[in-house]
């Protein structure tokens, strides 16, 4: 079996909340732990070839933890720990920012750096929904099916004028956010505006943009087969370059020279030695 990778946007009103689907296949291979990088979305995940999820903490020694086969992981501000084999057959979805709350109907900052069983907020919706994806006849075909499942769960939620501005100001130059340079055009209080992002995105603003840097200097890497450090901290607005190993520990747990020995063909994916995950 060859790898396949597929994704597409889907069609409105979907398309406003979801930034994409995507359909993974991978050649069996042996178990082998990743480190996935916060990429500053939510997403849902289904595991189409095992109707399980394991997880591994490195505090416990890579100790093993199981859940359902079906998540949907916040918005994440630290790195987490799976298994490469997990990937033989995956379908899921990357939700805008701000886009979980039409499909969940609950707070964003409840799902913050917390992956949750679907069935915990579809009930039986989420166990049909697996099914008919296990019965789609083609990849392109699954992603029709998970569109579909998406579109019965959707109810409309616009989302909120100022936080849409903020979003847009911070995608923009998320190294000269500030909350203040916002609230003095919105009208709100500092206190109301972290309070409403939070509920809308999942994450305190200054965190969020924090999350955008970082993920404009895993995209600058990826450009390149050896990444120029220096020039991608200057070019990603980081104060110095001890400001940028911080903000890459914080939320990689590696250094930039860890990301680039274990990179792999998914930006956000960093093979992790055996020798690493034994002495941990």
Known sequence: MQRLYLQRIPAPPVDSFVLCLWYCQTPPGPHALERVLPNGAAQLVINLKEDQTRA????????????????????????????????ECVAGVVFRPGGTVPFFRLPAHELHDAT?????????????????????????AALDTMESGLREAFRPADPHAVVAFALEAFQRQPEQASIGRVTSRIGLSPKRFIERFKATVGAP?????????????????????????TRIAMDCGYFDQAHFIHDFRSFAGITPGGYEAGRTEFANHVKILQSAATRA
């Open 56 to 87: 591994y903490d490195p505090s416990r020694g890579f100790a093993c933890e199981t859940t359902s086969g079906m998540v949907i992981s916040g918005l994440q501000s630290r790195y987490c720990v799976i298994d490469a084999a997990e990937t």
């Open 205 to 229: 603003p200054k965190q969020y943009c924090r999350l955008l840097r970082f993920q404009r200097a895993i995209a600058c890497a990826a450009r390149g087969r050896t990444p120029d450090w």
């Open 116 to 140: 949750v069983p679907l069935e915990f907020l579809w009930g039986r919706m989420a166990r049909r929904l697996r099914e008919r994806l296990l019965a789609a006849p083609t990849p392109q």
